[in-house]
Antibody, heavy 119, light 110 residues
Framework: QVQLQESGPGLVKPSETLSLTCTVS??????????WGWIRQPAGKGLEWIGRVYTSGSTNYNPSLKSRVTISIDTSTNQFSLTLSSVTAADMAEYYCARETYTDYVATWGRGTLVTVSS | QSAPTQPASVSGSLGQSITLSCTGT?????????VSWYQKHPGKVPKLVIY???NRPSGVSNRFSGSKSGNTASLTISGLQAEDEADYYC??????????FGGGTKVTVL
């Protein structure tokens, strides 16, 4: 079955850009009607939806993060990516990549990757 | 977008039934039928327990059921078991083509 794996730096300096990649295995990122998205959870807090990309490249973003977020897809490598600019301590969280269905539930989660923001 | 409101905590005894609420607006929970619920144990990946308001994924216990009335969705856990102790999050599609999670409810089994 489809599996997702996040990768990227676990430590980012304040004001810099966080970049994470999600590698999809067990299936093609181009097949099926799915969105490919990112969700995060700061320590001790709830889940926060960040945004998603479709295979066409069209995107939807959380309005509160929209000015700093870019999610892109590379069908040739079966990967999609998240960049979040101008990070602060508030962006420290466990970041999950996700496969969302067209009825907007997460069918598959990555295992998560912890991102710390510190100088 | 504002997060749908969930009670911070709900508790119940073993074998009891509890109901968790998720109250949003006509722009999210009340907008359409795309409400889902996730169970999250500490240190684990969230697990889908209900999708499209009331559908249960394969492999999820039939002790979990979902419903919706107006701007409020509900998750009922019947025959409460120790392993049900976890955080539960509702999620809803919005009329802005985004998704929003509720604040989460911590379920304690007494």
């Amino acid at each position: 079955q489809v599996q997702l794996q996040e990768s990227g730096p676990g430590l980012v300096k304040p004001s810099e850009t966080l970049s994470l990649t999600c590698t999809v295995s067990g299936g093609s990122i181009s097949s099926g009607d799915f969105y490919w998205g990112w969700i995060r959870q700061p320590a001790g807090k709830g889940l926060e939806w960040i945004g998603r990309v479709y295979t066409s490249g069209s995107t939807n973003y959380n309005p509160s993060l929209k000015s700093r977020v870019t999610i892109s897809i590379d069908t040739s490598t079966n990967q999609f990516s998240l960049t979040l600019s101008s990070v602060t301590a508030a962006d420290m969280a466990e970041y999950y990549c996700a496969r969302e269905t067209y009825t907007d539930y997460v069918a598959t989660w990555g295992r998560g990757t912890l991102v710390t923001v510190s100088s | 977008q504002s997060a749908p409101t969930q009670p911070a905590s709900v508790s119940g005894s073993l074998g009891q039934s509890i109901t968790l609420s998720c109250t949003g607006t006509s722009s999210d929970v009340g907008y359409y039928k795309y409400v889902s619920w996730y169970q999250k144990h500490p240190g684990k990946v969230p697990k889908l327990v209900i999708y499209e308001v009331s559908n249960r994924p394969s492999g999820v216990s039939n002790r979990f059921s979902g419903s919706k009335s107006g701007n409020t969705a509900s998750l009922t856990i019947s025959g409460l078991q120790a392993e049900d102790e976890a955080d539960y999050y509702c999620s809803s599609y919005t009329n802005s083509a985004t998704v929003v999670f509720g604040g989460g409810t911590k379920v304690t089994v007494l």
